[in-house]
């Protein structure tokens, strides 16, 4: 492990909240070391407020900001003093101390600060950074990690037993800083040390009730806690402490994996791996089905069909290790406590019910049952498997369970992996603080959960329909024969695939793709199309003709007939969406061959209409007219069809009984919308977005 401090990177930031956001960032560099909003830090800073008068600041991670991209403005600045007395009070509930976190900052609209901020407070030393780094977990997540703890660390760590984070963690905390003040009894000590701790920090120079020896704290099977006076000092211990624990794993053979495979290109996170198969495709839109059904809600599915992941989903001894739980409690919210293992969604789905029933009776106070499906499957065929509500959630539980594999293995060689008991990650999975972010929560995006497909995504009405899915939620394929389609849509919900939708082995490739990326499909809209110069028929060339043909019928005939499997198994049932054209009511002179296609494909809506209703796959057709903003469309020819109508360009773009330009999100929302529950009962369909033609009307 190396420090990745640079003094000329450093040198762009200014003051020591800059420092901590420059340190902060190279923790969240290192995904061994925080993962997806995991971990936290904060430094320890005096200020003169508006009055004149000097007030000790705690600043500390606001909860939402990721530490690898976090600003100044995600650090939430809390009256340090206030924080403290909070830790020492004997009893505080956690929303209780959100509130008085709350009360006690010093920024209006700054995020909550991190429910770890009394520990930062009490801390005493200015520079204070919290990781779950793999190494560190693996070692205390196994039956005497506290032993193993003292073997690495001697005196240099303070080492806590696991308590719940939140109040009682930093209470705990507390006390074991108190109790270590030499010389004193108990009482004594907290008092002692308490006011140490204030005094210390009155004087900015940091706290004095631990010995300058100690450079962290580790708190079992959880994580670990480095601190100095100087963000480079206190991030540094960091790379030093989590260094020697993977010395430690190293000289017992716990640390390198599988030699055989050799050290090899780092995979990325995202690398889906080997392709799947049409069988084995359709068997994770199968499994994605039943997970949506366990969750009553469409849920994305993402594998991970890597070497590593499938090494670790074949292992003969994966029960007893799988079936642990998470590497440190907080995953336990995006990954569930445990995995499924195989494609028994309906048994995982009752033992999660016996699992929430016998410990939410065992609560304080009454809890609200998550959905019960898994959101991580282990299957020896299809690898790695990750489900979310959203694309991202489901890749970052792909991701976590990527670290996690590596911890279980690790820690299964130094002994045994052993993690907390059932009943303390209930508590934290179903901890009130959790569970007040659910009762906030207000309706998902209408589309989450839900995959859809679109060709000729690349421009106009496509691009257009991809970023109205998007912006309901949905996870989208988007497939053009450009190649700029790969890099037009840089968000996790978004898959750019070059794809020739007339060539039907590349259909199957881009569906593979997309089924390994997000699980199924929910939603098709068929798109791509080409319109070629205006010809007379009697000049009308037939390889011309069948080019147009193969893009604007045969194509569709493709994608529907691949299709058609996946959209069965779309949990709110499949939907189609077709883009027809004015044409197909009211064909113009010199169009013969696009008329014709696009007739054609409107027959092929309305017979699939007919035979899909069965599989509750819905079909409708949209008819746009004159949309200039699309790749169809040049100059040029805008101008040759206004003088076939015998207009100018500006009259012949506004040609329609309402007047008004049609643009491509125009057609887009429609299309769009028909695939939404409002309109459930609609089927085959035709809605002209032309602004009201006069031939048709
Ligand atoms: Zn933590």
Redesign the pocket.
């Known amino acids: 492990m190396r420090s990745l401090w640079d003094d000329a990177e450093a040198s762009q930031y200014r003051g020591e909240l800059g420092l901590r956001v420059y340190t902060s960032r190279l923790l969240g560099r290192d995904r061994s070391l925080v993962l997806h909003g995991?971990?936290?830090t904060s430094v320890k800073l005096a200020r003169r407020n508006l009055f004149g008068d000097e007030e000790e600041v705690l600043y500390v991670k606001g909860s939402g900001w990721d530490l690898e991209t976090i600003e100044e403005s995600g650090f939430t600045p809390v009256r340090l003093d206030a924080a403290r007395r909070l830790a020492e009070l004997p009893a505080l509930s956690d929303p209780e101390m959100v509130e008085q976190l709350a009360i006690h900052a010093l920024r209006a609209g700054a995020p909550p600060p991190s429910v770890?901020a009394l520990l930062h407070a009490i801390l005493p030393r200015r520079f204070v950074d919290?990781t779950?780094a793999d190494a560190v977990v693996t070692v205390t997540d196994t039956a005497d990690g506290a032993e193993r703890m003292r073997e690495v660390y001697g005196d240099a760590v303070i080492v806590i037993p696991y308590v719940m984070?939140g109040f009682l963690l930093a209470r705990a905390v507390f006390e074991r800083i108190a109790a270590g003040t030499a010389g004193m009894d108990g009482a004594a000590a907290a008092t002692a040390a308490a006011g140490a701790g204030r005094a210390a920090a009155a004087d900015g120079a940091g706290g004095t009730a631990l010995p300058e020896s100690v450079l962290g704290m580790v708190?079992l099977k959880?994580?670990i806690f480095s601190f100095g006076d100087t963000a480079r000092e206190s991030y540094e211990r960091m790379i030093h402490l989590v260094g020697l624990a993977e010395d430690y794993l190293r000289a017992r053979h716990a640390w390198v994996l599988d030699p055989a495979a050799g050290p090899g290109p780092a995979r990325a996170a995202s690398d889906p791996g080997a392709p799947l198969s049409p069988e084995q495709a359709a068997a994770v839109a199968s499994l994605r089905h039943e997970l949506s059904v366990a969750a009553d809600r469409p849920l994305v599915l993402t594998s991970r069909r890597d070497p590593r992941a499938l090494r670790f989903a074949r292992r003969p001894d994966l029960d007893p290790l799988a079936l642990q739980g998470p590497a440190?409690p907080?995953h336990v919210l995006r990954t569930r406590r445990l995995p499924l293992l195989g494609r028994d969604v309906a048994a995982y789905a009752a033992a999660y019910r016996r699992y929430f029933e016998e410990h939410a009776a065992a609560a304080p106070e009454p809890k609200t049952m998550l959905d019960p499906a898994p959101r991580i499957v282990l299957d020896p065929e299809l690898g790695l498997l990750a489900a979310g509500r959203t694309a991202a959630e489901a890749a970052i539980a792909a991701e976590i369970y990527q670290h996690t594999m590596d911890v279980v293995e690790r820690a299964d060689r130094l002994g045994g992996y052993r993690v907390l008991s059932a009943a303390e990650l209930f508590e934290f999975e179903y901890w009130d603080l959790e569970q007040a972010k659910l009762r906030r929560a207000g309706e998902p995006p209408p589309m989450a959960g839900e995959v859809a497909l679109v060709t000729g995504a690349a421009s106009g009405i496509g691009k257009a329909c991809v970023e109205a899915l998007l912006a309901r939620g949905a996870a989208v394929a988007a497939l053009d024969v450009d190649p700029r389609i790969e890099g037009l849509f840089p968000r996790p919900a978004a898959l750019g695939l070059r794809c020739d939708v007339t060539a039907e082995e590349q259909v199957t490739g881009a569906l593979a793709v997309a089924i390994a990326a997000f699980g199924g499909l929910d939603v098709l809209i068929l798109n791509a199309g080409i319109f070629p110069a205006g010809r007379d028929i009697a000049a009308l060339d037939l390889e011309e003709w069948r080019r147009v043909m193969a893009v604007n019928l045969d194509a569709n005939l493709i994608l529907m007939r691949q299709c058609h499997p996946l959209l069965r198994l779309a949990p709110r049932g499949g939907r189609v969406a077709v883009i027809g054209s004015k044409n197909v009511p009211a064909p113009g002179p010199g169009v013969a061959a696009y008329s014709a296609s696009k007739a054609a494909l409107q027959q092929l809506a309305r017979v699939a209409a007919l035979e899909w209703g069965r599989d509750g796959i819905r079909v409708n057709v949209v008819h746009p007219n004159a949309v200039f903003d699309t790749a169809l469309w040049t100059e040029e020819r805008l101008a040759a069809r206004a003088a076939a109508y015998h207009l100018d360009v500006e009259a012949y773009r506004k040609s329609n009984v309402l007047g008004l330009e049609v643009r491509s999100r125009d057609v887009a929302e429609v299309a769009v919308e028909l695939c939404g529950a409002r309109f459930s009962r609609t089927t085959g369909a035709q809605i002209p977005v032309d602004g009201g033609n006069d031939r048709i009307i």
């Open positions: 995991g971990g936290n770890e919290h779950h984070p708190l959880h994580g440190t907080d």
